[in-house]
């Protein structure tokens, strides 16, 4: 296939109107213009499951959408609740589909929805509100960033939670059906290093976790008794580097071999091999085609990359090679203020 139908959101201040449709051309190497599908507030995230597509609304109090994508000209909203706390940025719904969960970074807290046979919440979320501080000014709270739903030791399922403002990542086993508790603090990172988000190997199991405020990519693996061993610790930026960037994003190639994050600042994607025992080596930092890489996705079985640039209101497309290093083909997209990309 060609012609890649992409789903973009963002913040919402003028022009942006909510959620939007265009398509990347992977012959020709162009992007179509953005057309409006959904409108909403601060759509800062968004995820597809089946027909439906959850979305977060980034306002306070915070507020969870279930859209019915119907044709490829608009959404319809199924629901609307409230998200638990104030300004979630991530969800995540489990394998079997039963359970979605979201993280409210300014309320430092994480919701965890039970879903019906087609896909909506049944009632209010259980919500697990964290409690304490960090080191630094924007460490004044928790800030629950990332969640995944995933197997502790034991193959017990449970969330993990990513609290950018405690330095710390909380396991919650599913204790009963529908109940989610025991909390388990598996990874207290060093002061500052601000967690942001994680990825777990698919087949060698390790969980490599990216720093925001460091700027420091870790390599750790799960345990007997649940918690993590850090075994690697290496930087995003080239050493030459000196001025302010802050990590956003972390994915796993589809086949395994390399992992990717994003600086923002530095304006950047480092694109690091995986070795036999799951440490990494950095193969390349290359620039993302714009200012402050929010996120990035996967196209065509991982064989194209597309960056969405937050402060540039642009999106770049890039050929992944055999070597998993990236290669620019100067394709440009223009969309205010992106804040996640994701083919439709």
């Not at 599908?37 to 507020?63: C, F, M, Q, R």
């Not at 193959?155 to 990513?162: E, F, K, L, S, T």
């Not at 990172?189 to 976790?209: E, F, L, Q, S, W």
């Not at 064989?303 to 770049?316: F, M």
Request: net charge negative; proline share 5%; with cysteine.
């Amino acid at each position: 296939m060609a012609n890649f139908p992409l789903i973009v959101g963002g913040y919402t201040d003028e022009p942006s109107q909510g959620i939007y449709r265009l398509s990347y051309n992977a012959q020709a190497h162009t992007f179509s213009q953005a057309k409006l599908i959904a409108n909403t507030h601060n759509p800062s995230i968004a995820l597809k499951h089946g027909a439906l597509w959850y979305v977060v609304e980034e306002t306070d109090p915070g507020k969870l959408h279930v859209f019915q994508n119907d044709d490829n000209n608009s959404w319809n909203c199924l629901a609307t609740l409230d998200s638990g706390g104030a300004s979630p940025c991530h969800l995540a719904i489990n394998a079997s589909a039963s359970h979605l969960a979201v993280a409210n970074y300014m309320g430092g807290s994480i919701a965890i929805y039970s879903l019906d046979e087609t896909g909506l919440p049944q009632s209010s979320p259980q919500v697990i509100q964290h409690y304490g501080r960090g080191l630094t000014a924007r460490q004044e709270a928790p800030h629950a960033h990332y969640v995944v739903f995933a197997d502790n030791y034991a193959q017990q399922p449970g969330i993990y939670a990513v609290d950018l403002g405690l330095d710390q990542i909380i396991w919650y086993a599913h204790i009963q059906p529908g109940v989610w508790g025991d909390a388990q603090i598996v990874l207290r990172a060093p002061a500052g290093d601000g967690p942001r988000h994680m990825a777990i190997h698919p087949t060698n199991g390790k969980i490599y976790v990216l720093n925001e405020l460091s700027n420091i990519l870790s390599v750790h693996e799960v345990t007997a008794d649940g918690s993590w061993h850090t075994q690697q610790r290496v930087s995003t930026l080239p050493a030459s580097f000196s001025g302010e960037n802050i990590s956003a994003h972390i994915i796993i190639s589809e086949n395994g071999q390399y992992v990717y994050t994003s600086n923002r600042g530095h304006h950047s994607i480092a694109v690091f091999k995986i070795r036999v025992d799951g440490t990494l080596e950095l193969l390349q930092i290359q620039p993302c085609g714009g200012l402050w890489p929010r996120y990035f996705t996967f196209l065509d079985a991982g064989t194209r990359l597309i960056v969405a640039h937050e402060h540039s209101n642009s999106l770049a497309a890039f050929i992944v090679k055999t070597d998993g290093c990236l290669q620019d083909t100067q394709a440009r997209g223009s969309v205010h203020k992106p804040t996640f990309v994701s083919e439709a």
